[in-house]
């Protein structure tokens, strides 16, 4: 007995696929506000769960204690540093608001030391003694078309300091939900995804995790070591507003800049105030600061995953333009998942039949 054939109804098919599409599209519109603190959460947790894992197992194996410790942890390390940023900026914005008010309160120093220059002494050392004349009314007339400019800028900024907070707090409370029930998060991310891909897409995310647990490792802990660091030699050399330079500093190393941007104005301004000894002192320890991340980070990066060290960079100063501070993790992942398909693609493929050598000397024909 033959079987009919079996018919497709085109009409079902398309207006099923047409649904499902719509209904990503209104759930990704309803979650769209808690994406960002979702992600950052994410990442966080997936970056320190051993530690987690380490502190529950000290804690008697309660794991809402280890959830608390943790949750406490992160508002030290994230909410704290933060707001000290924040109203450092807003204590040290007032006394310069009001030099810029009033440049007559503006002292300028006699750099004396500029004429020894050679061929542009002369002439710099001319300019700014008009500069220290004008009793920085002058300076005040060139920096002025620029200072609307600024003020807009920081004036834009200013919602991005709300929404960052808004994420921040997002990101904690997500962080201590993803403690509780990480494993079953775990799997449940590792079982869509051999839903999509078999085992590959479990490779995929195995590799995810360690791509950023590398990142934490290679490049956020690199990032305290060297500020922290840099942040201890400006407080003994008596160099001021030492926490607020400490956290630009941290900025400037997680965004691959180094903290030699902080520190090494630092060292001109004791050199140019007559402090020789504390000026050598912190131009040596500057030496060993800037250094580290060359020696550190590429052992911590190894610590965390077998990768290129070029790409995991390269992934990280990508997010951060294209992300912001949480792109330090998503372009490393990213780079690192697609890195690591595409080499198991490639090695699927036979082998050519003419090996390097072979291919050298027909070149060299």
């Known amino acids: 007995m033959n079987l009919p054939n079996k018919r497709y109804d085109l009409p079902q098919i398309m207006f099923g696929v047409l649904f499902i599409a719509l209904m990503t599209i209104a759930s990704i519109w309803v979650v769209k506000p808690f994406i960002l603190g979702f992600a950052w959460a994410g990442m966080i947790v997936i970056a320190t769960w051993p530690v987690m894992i380490k502190i529950q197992s000290l804690l008697w194996g309660r794991r809402f204690l280890a959830v608390i410790v943790m949750t406490v942890l992160l508002i030290l390390l994230f909410v704290l540093p933060i707001a000290l940023l924040i109203s450092s900026a807003v204590e040290n914005g007032a006394p310069l608001a009001k030099l810029a008010s009033n440049p007559s309160r503006l002292h300028l120093p006699d750099f004396a030391w500029l004429q020894s220059i050679p061929l542009i002494g002369s002439k710099t050392y001319s300019g700014w003694h008009t500069l220290i004349n004008s009793g920085g009314s002058a300076l005040l007339a060139k920096v002025q078309p620029y200072v609307g400019q600024t003020a807009g800028w920081f004036v834009s900024q200013a919602a991005n300091i709300g929404r960052f907070i808004l994420h921040c707090s997002l990101m904690l409370l997500f962080s201590a939900l993803l403690y509780s029930r990480g494993e079953h998060v775990g799997m449940?991310?590792?079982?869509?995804?051999?839903?999509?891909?078999?085992?590959?897409?479990?490779?995929?995310?195995?590799?995810?995790?360690?791509?950023?647990?590398?990142?934490?490792?290679?490049?956020?802990?690199?990032?305290?070591?060297?500020?922290?660091?840099?942040?201890?030699?400006?407080?003994?050399?008596?160099?001021?507003?030492?926490?607020?330079?400490?956290?630009?500093?941290?900025?400037?190393?997680?965004a691959q800049i180094g903290p030699l941007l902080v520190l090494i104005p630092a060292i001109i301004w004791l050199y140019w105030t007559g402090d020789n000894t504390w000026g050598t002192v912190l131009l040596v320890w500057s030496c060993v600061v800037g250094s580290l991340d060359s020696v550190l980070r590429p052992m911590l990066i190894h610590m965390g995953a077998d990768l290129p060290i070029l790409l995991i960079l390269s992934g990280v100063i990508g997010g951060l333009v294209a992300f912001g501070m949480i792109g330090l993790f998503i372009g490393p992942v990213v780079l690192a998942v697609s890195y690591r398909l595409i080499s198991l693609w490639i090695n699927e493929a036979p082998q050519p039949e003419k090996d390097i050598e072979e291919v050298n000397k027909l070149l060299g024909e």
């Open 188 to 254: 449940g991310i590792r079982h869509f995804a051999i839903r999509l891909a078999g085992d590959r897409g479990d490779a995929a995310v195995i590799l995810a995790g360690q791509a950023i647990r590398a990142v934490a490792l290679g490049v956020v802990v690199t990032a305290i070591v060297q500020s922290v660091l840099g942040g201890i030699g400006l407080a003994i050399v008596g160099v001021q507003y030492a926490t607020l330079l400490t956290v630009v500093m941290f900025v400037c190393c997680v």
